[in-house]
């Protein structure tokens, strides 16, 4: 065989193994190090960096703006609201948990703390956007966060720095992290004063105990998700929540 047919040949053998490898989708892009990766936690990477986490975002968003006109009919102005939660709903905390994923160190009181008074959070893709969309429509927004009544200062002030006006924001009282006890408030009229009664059409967050009376069981209960999509609207969060306490069947 002559030199320029080997080299001829294996010339081809290089452009068909490329187009072989670019047809298979784990092979277009070369993994990166686990050691690059947040502490290890591929979690935390595919919530800060994928294009999947910030489209599912955007839909999740656009899908509870499309169902509004619906479910606001007949409402009169600010007489409805929507309820969201706070963190991985409306502020992006993943800096944080990159951090500690870095240091190797777990989450404590002491640096979530330190963490919500640097009002460092970013707003999780579409919901500035929502906000603005339910208050151009007439409606209010509500926000029932678990973060401490302490530290509702800066959350305030975080949420305001990306850009959401609140009508009113329940933070955690000592004691319970029930949120339903709050919803009640916001749906009596005694949530703030200067808010009457509202009429809640919407309840958007991370985590099923931001939705009313839902837990975790709600796996095991016939027709237990057939609001979401209708009035309930759920962000992905693979970094943590009550899910981590489920026993996998």
């Known amino acids: 065989m002559s030199v320029r047919r080997a080299a001829n040949i294996a010339s081809l053998f290089a452009t068909l193994l490329v187009a072989a490898c670019a047809s298979h989708p784990r092979a ?32 999740v968003y656009r ?28 502020l992006d905390n993943s800096l944080h948990e ?6 190797n160190e777990s989450f404590t009181e002491t640096e979530w703390a330190r963490w919500v008074r640097e009002r460092a959070a970013t707003a999780v893709p579409g919901a500035v956007e929502f906000t603005r969309k339910v208050r151009a429509m007439g409606g209010r927004i509500a926000i029932v966060t678990n973060r401490a009544d302490s530290l509702c200062g800066p959350t305030r002030e975080n949420l305001k720095s990306v850009g959401v006006e609140a009508d009113v924001i329940l933070c955690q009282p000592v004691g319970t992290s029930d ?7 916001i749906q009596r009229g005694t949530a703030a004063p200067r808010v009457p009664a509202l009429k809640v059409v919407e309840w958007l967050g ?13 796996r095991t209960v016939s027709g ?25 069947p």
């Open 28 to 59: 277009t892009v070369a993994p990166q190090p686990m050691a690059s990766i947040a502490g290890g936690r591929k979690d935390i990477h595919w919530f800060r960096s994928s294009a999947e986490y910030r489209g599912i975002a955007l839909e």
């Open 224 to 248: 237990g998700y057939a609001d979401f999509g209708v009035r309930y609207f759920l962000l992905p969060n693979p970094m943590y929540g009550s899910w981590e306490k489920n026993s996998e």
């Open 63 to 90: 899908d509870a703006g499309d169902h509004l006109a619906e479910l606001t009919r007949g409402l009169s102005t600010g007489s409805w609201a929507v309820i969201l939660d706070a963190d991985e709903t409306i």
């Open 179 to 185: 949120k339903n006890p709050r919803f009640q408030k």
């Open 206 to 218: 991370d985590n099923i105990q931001d939705f009313p009376t839902l837990t975790q069981a709600v």
């Open 98 to 103: 990159r951090r500690l994923a870095d240091r």
